[in-house]
T-cell receptor, first 109, second 115 residues
């Protein structure tokens, strides 16, 4: 079966750095997305990785290792507004988007 | 950037009534639109995928006669929850992509409460 694993919840301090991991087992791979979702709102796009390596975009970076079925989202200089759920999703060989359950990130002052 | 709107944002209805939710891509033509449902503290669950002018493809376990999807144009898709029941209460989110399998842009979601 297809599986996306990410931690249920993480806590970090304002101004610090946090890494949210995602491991996947899917039938094929056509890219991995990270989305941010605030409570009661729809997800917003953060990043897309299809090749191995690190993609940096401001305070957020996303890393992919296809051989390990692994990705992480790195958030730097954390702000209170970064408190949200972070969803990892993989596009499989049928171009279906397989969603992880999301990681709830709690930022403390 | 690509903007997707949804209407209504919130709806409360009585059990047995039908509810229509509209999803519009405002500044691009959406080849494909997706409908998701999300229960509290759970991940997004894809209900169906629709392409303009063709029948929607429903995920396993989603009743196509209960959740009617119409993708009438490249900018509009509608989801009708027919004969809604309290267990249909959920957060319904649509997304749209310009090309098949491209990045999905999400609407703001519709919170449905069935009494």
């Amino acid at each position: 079966g297809q599986n996306i694993d990410q931690p249920t919840e993480m806590t970090a301090t304002e101004g610090a750095i946090v890494q949210i991991n995602c491991t996947y087992q899917t039938s094929g791979f056509n890219g991995l997305f990270w989305y941010q979702q605030h409570a009661g709102e729809a997800p917003t796009f953060l990043s897309y990785n299809v090749l191995d390596g690190l993609e940096e975009k401001g305070r957020f970076s996303s890393f992919l290792s296809r051989s390990k079925g692994y990705s992480y989202l790195l958030l730097k200089e954390l702000q209170m507004k970064d408190s949200a759920s972070y969803l990892c999703a993989v596009l499989d060989s049928n171009y279906q988007l397989i969603w992880g359950a999301g990681t709830k990130l709690i930022i403390k002052p | 950037g690509a903007v997707v709107s949804q209407h209504p944002s919130r709806v409360i209805c009585k059990s047995g009534t039908s509810v229509k939710i509209e999803c519009r891509s405002l500044d691009f033509q959406a080849t494909t639109m997706f409908w998701y449902r999300q229960f509290p503290k759970q991940s997004l669950m894809l209900m169906a995928t629709s392409n303009e002018g063709s029948k929607a493809t429903y995920e396993q376990g989603v009743e196509k006669d209960k959740f009617l999807i119409n993708h009438a144009s490249l900018t509009l898709s509608t989801l009708t929850v027919t004969s809604a029941h309290p267990e249909d209460s959920s957060f319904y989110i649509c997304s749209a992509s310009e090309q098949d399998y491209n990045e999905q842009f999400f609407g703001p979601g519709t919170r449905l409460t069935v009494l």
